[in-house]
């Protein structure tokens, strides 16, 4: 027989009444487990922050997002001011300041109808950036439901994989132009071209994904236990994809901006004054030699602009991953 040591239990520095106090045997006690307090978002907030460089690119974005939504409501800004003054137009930065004072709306130069350009690239950045949300909106919206009663129903599938095998072929920038030229250009014909189908492509990642969750065994147990299909797509599935929806979004509000600056470019945009359509409008100024400041100026502001976008929506989806919360 081993040894066998006596423990004193003065050593324990407790009470008799401590030592031999009743338990309980509750079922929900013992289902109590010690861990310290976890919250999801506050998590992914702290992932997000600890890397140096999402701070500077969030504060370039709120610089962004305070120049195209603030900055035009506190200015009043007329396109055709300087339009009977010959002397004002396809000015540069130096030129524009020396002509009208040392001025935020001077740094840019001015256009070809002695507008400010730096005025006039925030005015359209508002348009551009405001559709490619309204298009993100719905399109994420639309194809995260489908997606998701795609992924679960068979029957459904069979009669979407015949949808998408014929509309996911049709070239996507083609569609846009037809309905665009069938339609008036404007903003909310832009808007309908751009989620008439652009939610279909959504939709068939979604349903992928839900495909992979769904047949995990915690999912076969809560099927078993007869857990209503719609409370495990929920509670189980969705909450797993966030970081593939946060990521999914970071790519498709930045491809919104360039489907609208392309076509746009090449004739077919919108008709109010947006990022693409001042890119369009100076496009003589590009092989102008002294104009081309007026060219490039909105070109590197919308470059800016959908760069942060993505790597925002990038970088808080790796944050949104769980795994990274360790």
């Known amino acids: 027989m081993s040894n066998q040591t006596m423990i004193d239990l003065s050593d324990l520095h407790m009470s008799e009444e401590e030592l031999f106090a009743h338990v309980d ?11 310290p307090r976890y919250s999801y978002w506050k998590s992914v907030f702290r992932v997000f922050f600890r890397k140096r460089i999402n701070i500077v690119i969030l504060t370039l974005f709120a610089v962004i997002f305070a120049f195209t939504y603030i900055y035009p409501a506190l200015v009043q800004y007329d396109p055709f001011q300087n339009l009977m003054d010959s002397s004002a137009k396809h000015l540069l930065p130096q030129q524009a300041i020396s002509k009208f004072g040392r001025s935020i709306h001077w740094i840019l130069g001015t256009g070809a109808s002695g ?28 194809g995260i439901i489908i997606g998701s009663v795609w992924g679960f129903s068979k029957k459904v599938d069979i009669v979407m994989m015949e949808v998408y095998n014929i509309i996911g072929n049709v070239p996507y920038i083609l569609f846009i132009s037809v309905l665009v030229l069938i339609f008036s250009a404007g903003f909310w014909t832009m808007v309908f071209a751009l989620t008439i189908t652009g939610w279909l492509s959504i939709a068939y990642f979604i349903r992928t994904q839900v495909i992979i969750i769904r047949d995990r065994e915690y999912n076969l147990a809560s099927r078993c236990l007869g857990t209503p299909i719609l409370r495990i797509a929920m509670k189980n599935i969705l909450p797993f994809m966030t970081s593939v929806i946060v990521t999914l979004a970071a790519t498709e509000i930045p ?20 990022l693409g359509r001042l890119i369009y409008q100076a496009e003589n100024a590009m092989l102008t030699p002294g104009w081309q400041f007026e060219f490039w100026s909105p070109v590197a502001v919308a470059s800016i602009i959908t760069v942060v976008l993505y790597v925002v929506g990038q970088n808080l989806g790796d944050a949104s991953d769980p795994r990274t919360h360790m």
């Open 25 to 35: 045997h509750s079922s929900l006690e013992s289902e109590k487990i010690t861990a």
């Open 115 to 142: 507008q400010s350009t730096f005025d006039a690239v925030w005015f359209g950045s508002r348009i551009s950036i405001t559709m490619a949300f309204i298009c993100a909106l719905i399109n994420m919206t639309v």
């Open 255 to 274: 491809s919104y901006i360039s489907y609208e600056v392309f076509l746009s470019y090449i004739g077919m945009g919108m008709s109010d004054m947006s």
